[in-house]
């Protein structure tokens, strides 16, 4: 029996990727601000209807250049519940992460738990739209704004989601993307940073490209953020087909949902103001233990499946983190089933067979 792994990256037909690969030969433009980057950082805002986003090489730079654009320091209030690299990049731009606990419900930062964490040192508050799902906005804001403190959001998982019927990249001093390949929407390698201000753009627009200003001028210190023609032509193939891998992700999600119907495992509590984009398949296991078993009996049946996130953040070992219960006890019940474009219905049912037969043991 074949694998199912718990993603493969879409790939465009591969004639409309050469047809670009064609003019980049003809203009032997390879990378810095080419044609392709500039067209996908366009559809991208068309797409989204979104006033402004720059194209970067990854998340993590998407990150650490929001960071560095706000100028924030001393501490930074964040969620202990995501990537390694929401917390990687506030400490390698010299802030201090702070660990506020999650919901229960949502597995988003708990806003009513972010204010006994400020302190005269707090600059700004971190979080990630955990799996897609839209954190609770309107409060985060209300805070920030009482504490004047920045908020960026991690949008990594976001692309396609919709907060109060707008892109979900609209809110927050500055939202990041990643356009990993295996995002639901991808470069190959790939990020982007979305903000509605034309100054941060435009100070995010020198940071990504060495603080030049200008031929033998740099402006403050900057970085390597670009990306490259191969990489947005990936992108523009990707885009004209993000319609139906949402529509795609949706039927998926739905018929996983109607298979396990009457099982006593949970899913994360979706924001009610928001449209999803099933950009993941978490479900919730009664303990540890019972995740173990069910994941180690999927493998068995060549399913591969993945503990996102786990260990939570406030463990690793560049941190200090005071207690967060909430997010312990859900990094250590959760596990992603496998979601992709190409994956049928049969394969959900293997999935889902093999997982109620588990759970059955
Ligand atoms: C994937 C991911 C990132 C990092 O993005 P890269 O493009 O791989 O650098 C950051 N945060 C979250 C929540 C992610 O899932």
């Not at 990378?31 to 194209?55: R, V």
């Not at 229960?104 to 600059?123: A, G, K, M, V, Y």
């Amino acid at each position: 029996m074949a694998m199912i792994p718990i993603n493969r990256p879409f790939l465009p037909p591969r004639d409309e990727y050469q047809n670009y690969l064609k003019d980049v030969w003809q203009r032997n433009w390879l990378t810095n601000d080419g044609p392709l980057a500039n067209e996908l950082e366009k559809n991208i805002k068309d797409y989204l209807s979104i006033n402004h986003c720059l194209f970067l090489s990854n998340g993590t730079i998407a990150l650490q250049v929001a960071i560095k654009a706000l100028d924030l320091k001393g501490e930074i209030i964040t969620t202990p519940f995501s990537y390694v690299a929401t917390t990687s990049s506030i400490v390698w731009e010299n802030c201090t992460p702070v660990f506020c606990d999650i919901n229960p419900l949502s597995f988003n930062i708990d806003p009513h738990q972010i204010e006994q964490h400020i302190t005269p040192r707090t600059s700004a508050i971190l979080a990630t739209h955990v799996y897609g799902n839209p954190c609770d906005i309107d409060t985060i804001e209300n805070i920030a704004k009482k504490h004047g403190l920045k908020v960026i959001y991690d949008g990594a998982h976001c692309f396609g989601t919709k907060y109060k019927g707008k892109s979900v990249f609209h809110y927050g001093d500055i939202t990041t993307a990643s356009f990993h390949a295996t995002k639901l929407f991808h470069t190959i390698e790939g990020g982007a940073v979305f903000t509605s201000s034309t100054e941060l753009l435009n100070k995010m627009a020198r940071l990504k490209n060495f603080g030049f200003t200008g031929v033998e001028r740099f402006d403050g210190v900057g970085i390597n953020g670009k990306n490259s023609e191969f990489h947005a032509a990936m992108g523009l193939c990707n885009l004209k087909y993000v319609d139906s891998i949402l529509q795609k992700r949706k039927a998926s999600s739905c018929y996983y949902d109607d298979r396990l119907k009457g099982l006593h495992i949970t899913k994360p509590f979706l924001n009610p103001d928001s449209e999803f984009n099933f950009s993941y398949y978490p479900i919730v296991f009664k303990d540890e233990q019972e995740l173990l078993l069910v994941k180690s009996a999927l493998e068995l049946a060549k399913i591969s499946t993945r503990r996102y996130f786990y260990p939570a953040l406030s463990s690793l070992n560049y941190v200090t983190a005071g207690p967060v219960p909430i997010a312990d006890r859900i990094s250590k019940t959760v596990l992603c089933l496998p979601l992709y474009f190409d994956l049928s219905d049969e394969e959900i049912d293997t999935v889902c067979n093999a997982l109620i037969r588990a759970l059955n043991t």
